[in-house]
């Protein structure tokens, strides 16, 4: 399995993004995909993640304002970030797991929130 993420940059706050996560896999066939990210001096933490069968999760800072969704024809995860704050801020990597246990992690897109 290979990850590429894109679509981090600079946006203000109260501002949209939307980061993409393409995958070598099928990404509807899955245990689960995600969103973390990892804010400078801290631990990397969940943002959002879904399952094969589309069930959300999500952190609570996060609800109301970010979304996930996938294209099954492109194999491509989309987290949709609205509102966003400087809280924000950080690299952002998508996860794939799949049901044989293994996981993957993609090489992180950065987004820096400005207030």
């Known amino acids: 399995v290979q990850l590429q993420a894109s679509g981090g940059g600079l946006v203000e706050a109260g501002g949209s993004l939307k980061l993409s996560c393409a995958a070598s896999?099928?990404?509807?066939?899955?245990?689960?995909m995600g969103w973390y990210r990892q804010a400078p001096g801290k631990q990397r933490e969940l943002v959002i993640e879904?399952?094969?069968?589309?069930?959300?999760n999500s952190a609570d800072s996060v609800k109301g304002r970010f979304t996930i969704s996938r294209d099954s024809v492109k194999n491509i995860m989309y987290l949709r970030m609205n509102s966003v704050e400087p809280e924000d801020t950080g690299v952002y990597y998508c996860?794939?797991?799949?049901?044989?246990?293994?996981?993957?992690w993609g090489q992180g897109t950065l987004v820096t929130v400005s207030s």
């Open positions: 996860k794939h797991e799949d049901w044989g246990g293994v996981t993957t």
């Open positions: 896999v099928s990404v509807f066939s899955i245990k689960s």
């Open positions: 879904i399952t094969g069968s589309g069930f959300v």
